[in-house]
């Protein structure tokens, strides 16, 4: 069974990485509470050559290089993409299995949400992470 998959709410959208994430982070900014319409985006970043996709994504650009993905059908939110450096984002609450998600930063914390305690150890970053 492929490790890393998931769809959205409705089903219509089904997507499956075969290789491990480059990156497993938690995006506090309010780009990303916008786009999601939650507190936080929690996301599992692959290559986009890794990932494959099935059903009709929407997108819509939140900056000029980053892509979000959301079922028009549903309005899950699953992807944000980056052509230009051939990578995706994927939420986690969009796994089949949530639990595989395994976070190891959390950035843009100037924009966290005031209610929300941050005390799982994992490295804080102000603003966009160091390279
Ligand atoms: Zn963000
Ligand atoms: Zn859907």
């Not at 000029?64 to 899950?76: I, N, Q, V, W, Y």
Request: contains cysteine; hydrophobic residues 35%.
């Amino acid at each position: 069974m492929t490790k890393y998959q998931g769809g959205c709410l409705g089903g219509a959208v089904r997507y499956k990485a075969e290789a491990e994430p480059i990156n497993e982070r938690v995006c506090h900014c309010r780009l990303c509470q916008k786009a999601i319409g939650a507190a936080f985006n929690a996301r599992l970043l692959f290559r986009l050559d890794d990932v494959t996709i099935e059903g009709h994504v929407a997108t819509i650009n939140t900056s000029p290089d980053l892509k979000r993905g959301f079922c028009p059908a549903c309005g899950t939110t699953m992807f944000s993409r980056r052509d230009s450096r051939g990578i995706i984002g994927v939420t986690s609450g969009s796994l089949d299995d949530p639990s595989v998600f395994k976070p190891d930063m959390h950035f843009w914390t100037t924009s966290k949400q005031l209610w929300l305690q941050l005390d799982d150890g994992l490295p804080q970053y102000e603003g966009a992470p160091p390279a």
